[in-house]
């Protein structure tokens, strides 16, 4: 079992920068690869980030390349989601999730565990 925590979410200015946190706890949670991804009102759940478990390897979705960086500190257990140039369309709920798949992923299903969630809103 593997037990994540998003913190870090807010209210934030378009333009703005804001760093989100997803902590790991539980039995060789830093095997495991981390991905983000976010949920707005009435839309899909869309990929964000991933990052495999060594931090050797990313991956973005279309609309977090060039603006958001993942990272991770596994001495911490904590995965890091870095959003800059922030626009209001970024607004949403991120969740942080765990897998044991071998190649980092876009697919939530392919994801075990999740988080419950952190609130980003940016204002326009």
């Known amino acids: 079992q593997v037990q994540l925590v998003e913190s870090g979410g807010g209210l934030v200015q378009a333009g703005g920068s804001l760093r989100i946190s997803c902590a790991a706890s539980?039995?060789?949670?830093?095997?495991?690869?981390i991905g983000w991804f976010r949920q707005a009102p009435g839309k899909e759940r869309e990929f964000v980030a991933a990052?495999?478990?060594?931090?050797?390897?990313?991956t973005y979705g279309t609309s977090a390349k060039g603006r958001f960086t993942i990272s991770r500190d596994n001495a911490k257990n904590t995965v890091y989601l870095q959003m800059n140039s922030l626009k209001p369309e970024d607004t949403a709920v991120y969740y942080c999730?765990?897998?044991?798949?071998?190649?980092?992923?876009?697919?939530?299903?392919?994801?075990?565990?999740w988080g419950q969630g952190t609130q980003v809103t940016v204002s326009s």
């Open positions: 999730a765990a897998s044991r798949f071998a190649v980092l992923t876009a697919q939530s299903d392919r994801y075990d565990y």
């Open positions: 990052i495999s478990w060594n931090g050797g390897m990313t």
């Open positions: 539980g039995r060789a949670s830093s095997s495991y690869a």
